[in-house]
Nanobody
Framework: QLQLVESGGGLVQAGGSMRLSCAAS????????FGWFRQAPGKEREFVGS????????SYGEPVRGRATISKNNAKTTVFLDLNALDSEDTAVYYC??????????????????WGQGTQVTVSS
């Protein structure tokens, strides 16, 4: 099993930036690819971005494309989501997800086997 714990959420100002972290434990991080998703109240879960297990390829959802970066630090067993130029539309619970040997970035939540509990991000204007 792989355990994922997100952190770094909270209240952030519009126009600012944030970094979310996803700490992984239980398995070797280097063999896992990761996805970030978010869900706003009353809306469906939305794809934010994906990173392959090798770290060689990424994909981002249209609402965050050009503003988001996903990276992972195998040594520290942590995955990051950096998002800038925040606005109220970025307010949501953000989830980290993982799949072993993810060779191609995936945007469907059903493609991932392990999930964190989520962290709330609220963007204030």
């Amino acid at each position: 099993q792989l355990q994922l714990v997100e952190s770094g959420g909270g209240l952030v100002q519009a126009g600012g930036s944030m970094r979310l972290s996803c700490a992984a434990s239980g398995r070797t991080l280097s063999t896992f690819g990761f996805g970030w998703f978010r869900q706003a109240p009353g809306k469906e879960r939305e794809f934010v971005g994906s990173l392959t297990w090798s770290g060689g390829a990424t994909s981002y959802g249209e609402p965050v494309r050009g503003r988001a970066t996903i990276s992972k630090n195998n040594a520290k067993t942590t995955v990051f989501l950096d998002l800038n130029a925040l606005d109220s539309e970025d307010t949501a619970v953000y989830y980290c997800a993982a799949k072993q040997w993810l060779g191609v970035p995936r945007s469907r939540s059903s493609d991932y086997d392990f999930w964190g509990q989520g962290t709330q991000v609220t963007v204030s204007s």
